[in-house]
């Protein structure tokens, strides 16, 4: 029997973003905020429900590796909805070291699903916060 009370905790497909206006619509309400592993964008929408949006380019590494950290970050936004502010369309990008010159190929990171979880809740909480206009970036 399933407890009432409990949250939904499915991750369905009406909560992803998937066309390009949707993408260019987050990154066109500047509103952003960073953290050691996690790069989160903002915007809200009138849904009643967040949805999530994902961009991660080879400069992450491997196919693998890419999809591990697509994994974790879904996963992340799952665990996480009863936590999150409801409303907002997110876009979540890796935050990778700067390139250095010289290094034929660097390793890849190591990610676990409760950083990127307590990053990304306190990512999105900042960025609710933030009055329109302002970025969630500390200084």
Same mark, same amino acid.
């Given at each position: 029997?399933?407890?009432?009370?409990?949250?939904?905790?499915?991750?369905? $497909?009406?909560?992803?973003?998937?066309?390009?206006?949707?993408?260019?619509?987050?990154?066109?309400?500047?509103?952003?905020?960073?953290?050691?592993?996690?790069?989160?964008?903002?915007?809200?929408?009138?849904?009643?429900?967040?949805?999530?949006?994902?961009?991660?380019?080879?400069?992450?590494?491997?196919?693998?590796?890419?999809?591990?950290?697509?994994?974790?970050?879904?996963?992340?936004?799952?665990?996480? $909805?009863?936590?999150?502010?409801?409303?907002?369309?997110?876009?979540?990008?890796?935050?990778?070291? $700067?390139?250095?010159?010289?290094?034929?190929?660097?390793?890849?990171?190591?990610?676990?699903?409760?950083?990127?979880?307590?990053?990304?809740?306190?990512?999105?909480?900042?960025?609710?916060?933030?009055?329109?206009?302002?970025?969630? $970036?500390?200084?």
């Amino acid at each position: 029997m399933a407890d009432e009370h409990q949250p939904d905790q499915r991750f369905r $497909k009406g909560e992803r973003l998937t066309l390009a206006r949707e993408f260019d619509q987050v990154f066109g309400a500047r509103r952003s905020a960073a953290g050691q592993f996690l790069v989160v964008y903002a915007a809200r929408n009138e849904l009643g429900y967040n949805r999530i949006g994902l961009v991660v380019g080879r400069r992450t590494g491997s196919a693998p590796t890419r999809n591990k950290f697509k994994r974790l970050v879904r996963e992340a936004f799952r665990l996480s $909805k009863g936590e999150q502010p409801i409303g907002w369309n997110w876009v979540v990008l890796p935050r990778l070291p $700067k390139k250095e010159k010289k290094v034929a190929s660097a390793a890849p990171p190591e990610w676990s699903l409760i950083e990127l979880q307590s990053e990304f809740i306190q990512l999105v909480r900042r960025l609710a916060r933030a009055p329109r206009g302002e970025s969630g $970036k500390q200084k």
